[in-house]
């Protein structure tokens, strides 16, 4: 297991959400939103990873918050997610502010006749890229969603995957120039449900669209391009009878190079996936006998897996990873008896991640 060099339990009063984490200069910012109130949190952390400073992002209380990108050159954070009409249903959220927590931009898209909300986002020449889902209320589907959004949350473009059962995007990442969407095809495919994966170039011209899977559940969760290839993370219940981590290798052009199934032997569900230096890095939770969700980190070496769990009581998510300095910081949110729900953040070095498991 890798040396836990500092680690911290943000205790609030309420039950809390990890939405993501930034390097701002030579502190890290946590955004967080609390699960009753709805408020947007940035609780600032010094050296060591202690809470220095708290803010709320006044009047922002939108109904769920799935993503954040941080704009490094612009010094700013733009959130997504959706909030709720007069008839509770959901519209796509975004809203823009800076790191001292003011309010720049607002924006709440709603189609007609639809409800959509925003699982992902990601940035690129002024641009905004929301992947999510859509759900044609006639229809009764829901079909996975891909926005464009000028610099002023204006809507540039929308396109749409769907067919005749639920279909959704829960990623979206730039790849050179173009856009990788992954997520979860009901309607397609051969299985209960297939890993949805389409490429689009940044006009919302679709490159191409690919379905993978098996006879039972696989849905993508997460991608990343490392060595020239395109991977896909998920998870899959067809291969084993618990869940299990499935890594998809493709080509640019679309093609299915291998795949690999990450089988921890008992229930695991991947959060994520990144690369740095030659390596990538997946993180998740595991089930630790039958008592607890407890995190995990898996790093790929070649057909090598280290793995490193963290025994820790009660259950925990991985909510992602950053790779800071010559530190690895992994952060979630850690269920306890008194709050019911507050946010970690753990660190340790680089170095130690590459010891055997």
Not at 201 to 210: A, S, T
Not at 256 to 264: C, M, T
Request: proline fraction near 3%; charged fraction near 25%; hydrophobic fraction near 40%.
């Amino acid at each position: 297991m890798p040396i836990v060099l500092l680690a911290t339990c943000i205790e609030l009063p309420g039950e809390e959400r990890s939405v993501g984490l930034f390097a701002v200069g030579k502190e890290l910012l946590l955004i967080a939103q609390e699960n009753e109130t709805k408020q947007i949190l940035l609780v600032h952390l010094d050296d060591s990873f202690k809470p220095s400073k708290l803010e709320r992002i006044a009047n922002v209380k939108p109904a769920k918050i799935n993503d954040a990108v941080f704009l490094e050159k612009k010094n700013l954070i733009a959130l997504v997610g959706h909030s709720l009409d007069e008839l509770r249903r959901r519209a796509v959220y975004i809203c823009l502010f800076d790191i001292q927590g003011r309010l720049l931009k607002e924006q709440i898209l709603a189609f007609p006749g639809t409800e959509s909300w925003a699982e992902s986002t990601t940035f690129n020449n002024n641009s905004f890229f929301l992947a999510g889902g859509y759900n044609t209320l006639k229809k009764g589907w829901f079909d996975a969603l891909l926005l464009k959004l000028n610099s002023n949350l204006e809507l540039v473009w929308r396109r749409t995957i769907g067919g005749l059962s639920d279909d959704w995007f829960h990623r979206v990442k730039l790849v050179g120039a173009h856009l990788l969407c992954v997520g979860s095809t009901e309607s397609k495919g051969r299985g209960k449900a297939d890993m949805l994966i389409a490429l689009y170039d940044q006009r919302g011209k679709k490159i191409w669209e690919k379905v993978f899977g098996r006879s039972n559940w696989d849905k993508a969760i997460d991608c990343v391009e490392f060595e020239n290839k395109l991977f896909i993370l998920g998870w899959t219940n067809s291969y084993t009878s618990h869940r299990s981590g499935l890594l998809i290798k493709m080509s640019h052009d679309g093609k299915f190079i291998e795949e690999r199934l990450i089988d921890l032997g008992s229930d695991f569900s991947p959060f994520g996936i990144c690369a740095f230096g030659n390596h990538l890095l997946i993180y998740g939770a595991v089930w630790n006998d039958r008592t607890r969700f407890d995190p995990v980190l898996i790093l790929l070496d070649g057909s090598e897996e280290k793995i490193h769990t963290f025994h820790w009581p009660n259950d925990q998510t991985v909510k992602g990873v950053l790779v800071w300095n010559e530190y690895v910081v992994f952060y979630g949110e850690s269920e306890n008896e008194i709050t019911g729900e507050d946010i970690y953040v753990h660190t340790f070095s680089i170095g130690s991640l590459s010891s055997p498991k």
